[in-house]
T-cell receptor, first 111, second 112 residues
Framework: GEQVEQRPPHLSVREGDSAVITCTYT??????FFWYKQEPGASLQLLMK???STEINEGQGFTVLLNKKDKRLSLNLTAAHPGDSAAYFC??????????WGSGTKLIIKP | EAAVTQSPRNKVTVTGGNVTLSCRQT?????MYWYRQDTGHGLRLIHY???????QIGDVPDGYKATRTTQEDFFLLLELASPSQTSLYFC???????????FGSGTRLLVI
């Protein structure tokens, strides 16, 4: 079945710098991919959902890249600010549309 | 507004105690899930259900029972709570056709 590996587990960057979190997955038939953000003490909120191959999606202050050839999903936060401090989780859907989760990345933005 | 509501927000029980965590969704989703979240482990699936009366075993089911009484309501039962079950528990719902998960706000359980 699908397996998702997320790196790094911890990441600390200075305010204004960029931060990159990467997930690799194993099932080439996975169709939907997700990034969720979990602020301290809060629940998980959907950041972005992608499903097209080699797609770049831009959100508010971040970019998501899906490379289906390499089975790699990445989240790039540009010009990080204190509000980006959170845990980030990637997920890939399996053949039953159930989500298989990465283990999470705790991101700290230093002033 | 569509939502997933968990109760209680916090719970303290003693070892061997009986605990029920509740989850209600108003998303008209078929699928509901119970996860536990622990430092270093991310999200681990305990049980899930694809409709009223249905129950599927997740990845870490030992020590947990679950029951889906209606499409809206999914309960997690700890009949003999142990300190190893101290954790943050999340409920989620999804529509199978697109995998979009909506999470509840979590229940923090402490077993002493």
């Amino acid at each position: 079945g699908e397996q998702v590996e997320q790196r790094p587990p911890h990441l600390s960057v200075r305010e204004g710098d960029s931060a990159v979190i990467t997930c690799t997955y194993t099932d080439p038939n996975s169709y939907y991919f997700f990034w969720y953000k979990q602020e301290p003490g809060a629940s998980l909120q959907l950041l972005m959902k992608v499903f097209s191959s080699t797609e770049i999606n831009e959100g508010q202050g971040f970019t998501v890249l899906l490379n289906k050839k390499d089975k790699r999903l990445s989240l790039n936060l540009t010009a990080a600010h204190p509000g980006d401090s959170a845990a980030y989780f990637c997920a890939a859907s399996d053949s039953n549309y159930q989500l298989i989760w990465g283990s999470g990345t705790k991101l700290i933005i230093k002033p | 507004e569509a939502a997933v509501t968990q109760s209680p927000r916090n719970k303290v029980t003693v070892t061997g105690g009986n605990v029920t965590l509740s989850c209600r969704q108003t998303n008209s989703h078929n699928y509901m899930y119970w996860y536990r979240q622990d430092t270093g482990h991310g999200l681990r699936l305990i049980h899930y259900s694809y409709g009223a009366g249905n129950l599927q075993i997740g990845d870490v089911p030992d020590g947990y029972k679950a029951t889906r009484t209606t499409q809206e309501d999914f309960f997690l039962l700890l009949e003999l709570a142990s300190p190893s079950q101290t954790s943050l528990y999340f409920c989620a719902s999804s529509d199978q056709s697109n995998s979009d998960y909506t999470f509840g706000s979590g229940t923090r359980l402490l077993v002493i």
